[in-house]
C-alpha cells in the first residue's frame, strides 16, 4: 500500500519563533548578498527557504543567477545565524500540535515530513 507523506510548514504552524527565524534570514541576506530585504513587501507563509531566496532576493534586484551562486554561503551563514538568535525558550508550540502529530503518526500508511 503506498504511504502519504505529510509535511507541516513549522514556523507559524506548528510553533512560532516569534519573528527570529524571520529576523535570521534578513539579516542573512544582507550579510552574504549585501542589500537589505527587511523593508520588502513579502509573504513567507507556506514556502520553503529556498523558494523564499529566490523571491525575496528578486524583489531585492539581485539576478537569479548571482543568488544561486552564494546559496552555499548562504545556508551556513544563515543556520548559525538561527543559531545566535533563536534559544529554546523563544520558539513557542501552538495548541494541539503535540496531538496532532501524534495522531497523523499513528497511520501506519503516512510518514512526516
Not at 544561486?68 to 523563544?90: C, G, I, N
Not at 513557542?92 to 500508511?109: F, K, M, N, T, W
Request: aromatic share 8%.
Amino acid at each position: 500500500m503506498p504511504k502519504r507523506l505529510v509535511l507541516f510548514d513549522i514556523d507559524g504552524t506548528l510553533i512560532s519563533t516569534q519573528g527570529r527565524s524571520v529576523r535570521a534570514m534578513h539579516e542573512s541576506y544582507e550579510a552574504v548578498w549585501g542589500k537589505p530585504t527587511a523593508h520588502l513587501d513579502y509573504s513567507m507563509d507556506g514556502k520553503t527557504e529556498l523558494g523564499i531566496t529566490y523571491d525575496l532576493l528578486k524583489l531585492a534586484d539581485i539576478p537569479r543567477d548571482q543568488v544561486s551562486a552564494k546559496l552555499e554561503k548562504f545556508w551556513p551563514f544563515y543556520v548559525d545565524t538561527m543559531r545566535r538568535l533563536l534559544q529554546p525558550e523563544h520558539v513557542v508550540l501552538h495548541p494541539g500540535v503535540r496531538q496532532l502529530v501524534a495522531a497523523v503518526d499513528e497511520h501506519s500508511d503516512t510518514v512526516l515530513g
